[in-house]
């Protein structure tokens, strides 16, 4: 169970990496619909994950190696957000967040 205050935060970090993806990562979602749909942190503010969603699904495998690729750079843009809430900023990872592929997938099944 989150407390109030890593939910705060986590509301927090959701915002702002989707702002960041508008704003100074549009080469690295290079044109995707990128959506920050999760974001879980640890009881110490120590690590974040982070779940986004991608459309189109199939170019999700190159998105995941683009935010790898740079994850020190978002790192860097949240850090600046985040510094008048936190003492240190939270290692970040993100992970693929397929549940709409699977929704439209169970959808496809039940249509046949």
């Known amino acids: 169970m989150e407390n109030t205050r890593q939910q705060k935060i986590a509301r927090q970090i959701q915002k702002d990496v989707a702002e960041i993806f508008q704003?100074?990562?549009a080469a690295i979602?290079?044109?995707l619909l990128v959506t920050?749909?999760?974001v879980r942190i640890s009881p110490d503010f120590g690590?974040?994950?982070i779940y986004v969603s991608?459309?189109?699904f199939e170019r999700s495998e190159e998105l995941m190696q683009a935010l790898e690729q740079n994850i020190?750079?978002?790192r860097r843009a949240l850090g600046q957000r985040l510094r008048n809430q936190l003492k240190n900023v939270p290692e970040i990872q993100f992970f693929l967040d397929d549940s709409l592929e699977y929704i439209?997938?169970?959808d496809?099944?039940?249509k046949r």
């Open 72 to 74: 020190r750079l978002l």
């Open 104 to 106: 439209e997938h169970i």
């Open 23 to 25: 704003k100074e990562g």
């Open 29 to 31: 979602v290079s044109g």
């Open 36 to 38: 920050v749909t999760a």
């Open 47 to 49: 690590y974040a994950k």
């Open 108 to 110: 496809q099944a039940l």
């Open 54 to 56: 991608v459309f189109p």
